[in-house]
């Protein structure tokens, strides 16, 4: 499979491809770089064998979103173009044929965030904290698969948030299907991949495609008609410049 060590570390075993999101000086930011590979390592697995594929993040925690280094240069197409590579990853590994499993440490935040709750199997350790912004600038990414994952209630709740949410709510919610230290992350891998290899690959296949909402062209207009409205550098200039002026909690 492409990678590049800066961005990605590609590991496999039998059946099982661990992709470790490797940019740790950046909290494993998602630059356009990453989410390109990401995307050729998630597609190259549907054809090379993989049963599961398991994605996790070097480092002090899973990864912290879009990366947004050199902002002030870029265009709203620019930044368009980011988001829809964005959701053509998300919806590559929501309908992937093969089983997903999130291993999720630290903070998991935007982007990356979308791409655990688009995993068949999600795991959180109970130091873990997500968020979800979008909303607060304007962009519609993910939300209809969140919603199906979790409920519309719990999805308003984790979407609306002025603060991250932790493992425990995660879990209360669905968004995680349970919390486990990283001590334990090789238990939930086999037991990932017994579910997964329990029945031939292409009987697996038809169960996912068959219990996965096929919604991808009305998310991404969804996607691009947020994006699209208004100018989108603008608007997430302000969200950042609003964080800035949020004073730490004693």
């Known amino acids: 499979m492409p990678s ?11 059946d099982v491809t661990t992709v470790t ?32 594929l398991v994605l996790r993040g ?15 240069a870029m265009t709203d197409g620019d930044l368009m173009l980011r988001f829809i590579r964005a959701e053509e990853l998300l919806q590559s590994v929501y309908h992937a044929p093969y089983a997903t499993l ?15 709750a688009a995993c068949h199997w999600r795991i959180a350790a109970p130091g873990a904290r997500f968020r979800m912004p979008g909303p607060r600038f304007g962009v519609v990414l993910g939300t209809r698969r969140l919603t199906r994952l979790v409920g519309a209630d719990a999805a308003r709740e984790l979407l609306l948030r002025d603060a991250p949410f932790d493992a425990e709510i995660a879990a209360r919610t669905g968004f995680v299907q349970r919390i486990a230290p990283d001590t334990a992350w090789d238990e939930a891998i086999a037991t990932a991949h017994a579910a997964a290899t329990g029945i031939d690959a292409a ?8 219990h996965t909402e096929d919604s991808r062209d009305a998310d991404m207009a969804a996607l691009v008609r947020s994006v ?14 609003a964080l800035k002026q949020v004073k730490p909690r004693a």
């Open 102 to 116: 999130a291993l999720v440490h630290g903070a998991c935040f935007g982007a990356a965030a979308d791409v655990v």
């Open 4 to 14: 590049s060590p800066k961005t990605l570390d590609l590991a496999r075993a039998g």
């Open 228 to 241: 699209a409205s208004g100018s989108i550098k603008a608007r997430i200039t302000a969200y950042i410049d």
């Open 203 to 210: 009987t697996y296949a038809a169960l996912t495609a068959r």
């Open 21 to 52: 999101l490797n940019r740790p000086e950046k909290l494993n930011a998602f630059s356009a770089e990453l989410v390109d590979e990401l995307q050729a390592a998630v597609t190259a697995a549907a054809t090379d064998g993989t049963r599961l």
């Open 58 to 72: 070097a480092g002090k925690g899973f990864s912290g979103g879009f990366d947004l280094d050199g902002l002030e």
